[in-house]
T-cell receptor, first 107, second 119 residues
Framework: GIQVEQSPPDLILQEGANSTLRCNFS?????LQWFHQNPWGQLINLFY???GTKQNGRLSATTVATERYSLLYISSSQTTDSGVYFC?????????FGAGTILRVKS | EAGVTQFPSHSVIEKGQTVTLRCDPI?????LYWYRRVMGKEIKFLLH????????ESGMPNNRFLAERTGGTYSTLKVQPAELEDSGVYFC?????????????????FGEGSWLTVV
């Protein structure tokens, strides 16, 4: 089946810093989503981005489908950005998740 | 529009007991999914309903897990008897008909999850 790899596995940032999270996938996809699991366990949908670039406040994402990767940018990070960021792609009707990037933002 | 709702949000049960988790998908969404994340591990697919039919249950770990979707509306996931390794967060998700194009058809929306702790 399709493989989804995320990097880095974990990241510690000082508040205000910027970061880039990466998601590589092994096959062509027509659905890619980024999620944030906050410290309370809730899974928040950040972007639906099978291709192109989208921005939402301090977050933006870019997917280059032909090269099978997606990037999530976090600018001016805040402590509330802490948690786990997951990339997921749709394969055979279901989402396949990467292992996630654990982000900790220190004040 | 109400999102995907799950109940209970937290549950603590003893090994050997039974727990039933409930999911109400977004109204009009034919597709309903169950996923889970055991502590520190990846979010894993459990199964997929299209209306009331099980489309794919390849992720169900064993026969202690039973999922139903009565009338194609809400769904329940029962764990009986629960074991320690079943502890984790169980997520439900829903989406519209798969063949619809555009983000509204392809985005899968997740509920806030049900934390299960088996002691």
């Amino acid at each position: 089946g399709i493989q989804v790899e995320q990097s880095p596995p974990d990241l510690i940032l000082q508040e205000g810093a910027n970061s880039t999270l990466r998601c590589n996938f092994s096959d062509s996809v027509n659905n890619l989503q980024w999620f944030h699991q906050n410290p309370w366990g809730q899974l928040i949908n950040l972007f639906y981005i099978p291709s192109g670039t989208k921005q939402n406040g301090r977050l933006s994402a870019t997917t280059v489908a032909t090269e099978r990767y997606s990037l999530l940018y976090i600018s001016s990070s805040q402590t509330t950005d802490s948690g786990v960021y997951f990339c997921a792609v749709r394969s055979r009707g279901k989402l396949v998740f990467g292992a996630g990037t654990i982000l900790r933002v220190k004040s | 529009e109400a999102g995907v709702t799950q109940f209970p949000s937290h549950s603590v049960i003893e090994k050997g007991q039974t727990v039933t988790l409930r999911c109400d998908p977004i109204s009009g969404h034919d597709n309903l999914y169950w996923y889970r994340r055991v502590m520190g591990k990846e979010i894993k697919f459990l199964l997929h309903f299209v209306k009331e039919s099980k489309q794919d249950e390849s992720g169900m770990p064993n026969n202690r897990f039973l999922a139903e979707r009565t009338g194609g509306t809400y769904s329940t996931l029962k764990v009986q008897p629960a074991e320690l390794e079943d502890s984790g967060v169980y997520f439900c998700a829903s989406s519209r008909t798969l063949w619809e194009r555009g983000s509204s058809g392809n985005t899968i929306y997740f509920g806030e999850g049900s934390w299960l702790t088996v002691v």
